[in-house]
């Protein structure tokens, strides 16, 4: 299967600069799908005789990602899938008019009615792609708090890509070791204090020691260091730290979500990683054990053999010597 960079390069008109925001788009999209509880599909729009992106009639599907915290709507991945106007007329629209487009398409890969929200991915001013959320349609399910929450929160970060403030130019997330949505999640308003928190992260906070009420609460008044919320709301960008408190270490990835104005709020997201740790402790003591073992065999060894290379030269006899080379 052919990678995004490839397919954007050989099928699209799209810069270098703004391939590099899809991919860094793509790289962080899976708390995106976690959040708004759907599959998510990127849509970039084909080379053809039309004097810009918002004038296409044909997509590519680019990427395509499932979220982990509910069933996906696709078995077989989309990717390198050629659609028309016709086909995606909300992704069409989203990209000519740049603005989100939401409603119901009949989709032929599964013949299904689906729910679709088209999100227009911005680039320093320019749609170059759409992003599509799509899901079931709900009918007569009232969603619970953690529910509506989440995807509160994946609407906020779909107006930044709109504007173009999302993906961020730069981040520090290691994909191996960056927390997910289903580790644990707490909502800050623009004052950084907690508006929300799910079970798993007050779960790691139990763990932590505090077993305090978080509503309205600063981290830093509850006993947490608060320096990389601060850090991430006054630069604008993420910025994940790892935290140790007693025998428990979490990876905290703090999120700031922004608007023309500014800081309107962030996301935390809590891995423990306790136990990782542990068994990273435990393999660097082995290997240091089998270093030192390595080291007292090799030194045996090399004594060894000046003990017998001197015995060598003593010994009179061919037959002796030749028996102590041999060995």
């Given at each position: 299967m052919a990678?995004?960079?490839?397919?954007?390069?050989?099928?699209?008109?799209?810069?270098?600069?703004?391939?590099?925001?899809?991919?860094?788009?793509?790289?962080?999209?899976?708390?995106?799908?976690?959040?708004?509880?759907?599959?998510?599909?990127?849509?970039?729009?084909?080379?053809?005789?039309?004097?810009?992106p918002a004038d296409a009639t044909e997509f590519m599907v680019v990427g395509h990602v499932r979220p982990s915290t509910t069933q996906t709507l696709y078995r077989h991945d989309l990717i390198s899938e050629m659609l028309d106007e016709a086909e995606r007329p909300l992704v069409a629209r989203s990209m000519r008019l740049g603005e989100i487009i939401e409603g119901e398409i009949t989709v032929s890969a599964i013949h299904e009615r689906v729910r679709?929200?088209?999100?227009?991915?911005?680039?320093?001013?320019r749609t170059i792609a759409v992003?599509?959320?799509?899901?079931?349609?709900?009918?007569?399910?009232?969603?619970?708090?953690?529910?509506?929450?989440?995807?509160?929160?994946?609407?906020?970060?779909?107006?930044?890509?709109?504007?173009?403030?999302?993906?961020f130019a730069t981040d520090d997330s290691d994909a191996k070791e960056s927390p997910r949505v289903g580790d644990g999640v707490i909502v800050l308003d623009r004052d950084a204090?907690?508006?929300?928190?799910?079970?798993?992260?007050?779960?790691?906070?139990?763990?932590?020691?505090?077993?305090?009420?978080?509503?309205?609460?600063?981290l830093g008044a509850l006993g947490l260091d608060d320096e990389p919320v601060r850090d991430?709301?006054?630069?604008?960008?993420?910025?994940?730290?790892?935290?140790?408190?007693?025998d428990v270490i979490l990876v905290v990835r703090t999120i700031p979500m922004l608007d023309p104005q500014g800081v309107t709020g962030g996301v935390v997201l809590f891995r423990d990683v306790t136990e990782v740790r542990e068994r990273d402790?435990?393999?660097?003591?082995?290997?240091?054990?089998?270093?030192?073992?390595?080291?007292?065999?090799?030194?045996?060894?090399?004594?060894i053999s000046s003990l017998m290379r001197l015995q060598s030269r003593r010994t009179?006899?061919?037959?002796?010597?030749?028996?102590i080379a041999e060995s």
């Open positions: 990678s995004l960079a490839e397919i954007v390069r050989t099928r699209s008109s799209l810069s270098p600069a703004e391939l590099g925001h899809l991919q860094r788009l793509v790289a962080s999209w899976n708390m995106l799908a976690d959040f708004c509880f759907s599959d998510l599909l990127l849509f970039v729009p084909l080379d053809a005789d039309h004097p810009g679709v929200l088209c999100i227009p991915v911005r680039h320093e001013g992003l599509s959320r799509e899901s079931t349609p709900t009918v007569g399910r009232s969603p619970g708090e953690l529910e509506r929450t989440y995807v509160d929160i994946f609407n906020r970060f779909a107006r930044m890509i709109a504007q173009g403030a999302f993906p204090r907690v508006e929300y928190a799910s079970p798993n992260a007050v779960s790691a906070l139990h763990r932590m020691g505090v077993h305090a009420s978080l509503d309205g609460m600063r991430a709301f006054g630069v604008g960008k993420p910025v994940t730290e790892e935290v140790e408190r007693g402790r435990l393999l660097l003591s082995k290997d240091a054990t089998i270093r030192e073992i390595h080291h007292r065999v090799k030194n045996n060894l090399q004594t009179s006899s061919s037959e002796a010597r030749d028996a």
